[in-house]
């Protein structure tokens, strides 16, 4: 029988790693088992955790806390990922509190963690990928109305610039490298009081997931000297007839077309606040998206069985999604279904811990 063979690093809001392995039969629709392998210290909070796509021994992993810390790990999956072990390289300060998200850059040489409750984008020097040196910090609060707190959630490398959503004084920031390090450039501007929490981006069009309204957005990326940007595409993300003072959109994932989905597709996730809950759970919504036009189309309103969904994360294969509840329903993997993967079913789950708010795929082993 083929079957396929995945090991995921998870973080939470606890002292943790956690390490997973599903296994699939890849039969469409086949029930696969998700089991927790292994945990690891991760210090305080390690609430996301990143992979180096380029050295992908290495981990990063925020604690997000006040006075929050920026740390990487070295992974050794020499013995296989029965005996895969994880061992720190640096445990940095960041110089704020809660950073939320961690990455690098693709050549490697800058880790970047915005923070926050710090208003800030700290960043550090990572020559070797894994060593975090050189720690300097872009305010934000500088660069906005007094009456605005800046709350920067993510950072994503866009054609060599630095995009930085920030929820708080919405907009998504634009950073350019120089020989001393990183300057703001200019910024994308959003709708007021939308809160702008995660983006993704495919060729100009950059699609963003806003937290405080419950909406998706499309904008063509303007040049650098301009911040007003029209909004093609603007689409509610909860089911239709929701209350939305019940919910705060959380992530959104683009998987481009292959050879087993016909055409490019765009995932967001919907979160009931804390207190609130249905029978169906909070809903993974899949869209239609046109890079080209920079349109979006709803196709299915998944429902996932989970409270609070605040994570997901595709695999390397574009065909599972992992995705877990910080409230009720612990881990699930769903798996892409039908001509164009925009449906949704059930496959793995497990429930032994609770508060996972990240995840990453490692490649397989050969």
Not at 16 to 38: C, D, N
Not at 93 to 103: A, T, Y
Not at 165 to 193: C, M
Request: aromatic fraction near 8%; proline fraction near 5%.
């Amino acid at each position: 029988m083929v079957q396929a063979n995945f090991t995921l690093i998870a973080g939470n809001f606890a002292t943790i790693l956690a390490q997973y392995a599903f296994t699939s039969s890849l039969t469409p629709g086949a029930r696969g088992s998700l089991s927790l392998t292994k945990t690891f210290p991760g210090g305080i909070n390690p609430s996301w955790v990143g992979l180096n796509r380029n050295n992908n021994s290495v981990l990063c992993a925020t604690q997000e806390v006040f006075e929050g810390g920026a740390v990487t790990f070295v992974m050794d999956r020499s013995q296989g990922d029965d005996d895969l072990t994880l061992q720190v390289i640096s445990n940095q300060s960041v110089q704020g509190n809660g950073p939320p998200f961690c990455d690098f850059t693709d050549d490697n040489s800058i880790a970047l963690f915005p923070v926050f409750g710090g208003e800030q984008l700290t960043f550090f020097d990572s020559l070797d990928g894994a060593t975090l040196t050189d720690r300097q910090i872009i305010p934000f609060n500088t660069s906005i109305a007094s009456t605005q707190v800046s709350k920067p959630h993510q950072a994503v490398e866009v054609n060599g610039q630095i995009f930085v959503p920030d929820l708080g004084a919405d907009k998504v920031w634009r950073l350019n490298r120089t020989e001393d390090g990183l300057v703001i450039a200019g910024a994308i501007d959003q709708k007021s009081g939308s809160g702008p929490r995660h983006i993704v981006v495919a060729d100009d069009c950059l699609v963003t997931i806003h937290e405080l309204d419950n909406t998706i957005t499309t904008q063509r990326i303007p040049p650098n000297d301009q911040e007003d940007a029209s909004v093609i595409t603007s689409l509610t993300t909860p089911p239709e007839g929701s209350d939305l003072s019940q919910f705060a959109a959380a992530e959104v994932k683009f998987i481009p077309k292959n050879d087993q989905f016909a055409r490019d597709i765009i995932f967001a996730s919907n979160r009931q606040l804390p207190g609130n809950s249905s029978a169906q759970g909070d809903t993974i919504v899949s869209y239609a998206f046109d890079s080209q036009a920079c349109t979006l189309k709803q196709l299915v309103q998944n429902p996932t069985g989970l409270t609070n969904l605040r994570t997901m994360e595709v695999d390397p294969t574009g065909r599972f999604i992992i995705t877990a509840a910080f409230a009720e329903g612990g881990v699930k993997v769903f798996e892409r279904t039908g001509c164009n993967g925009a449906k949704l079913v059930e496959v793995a789950s497990n429930t032994e811990l609770t508060n996972a708010t990240s995840f990453v795929w490692l490649p397989q082993l050969d």
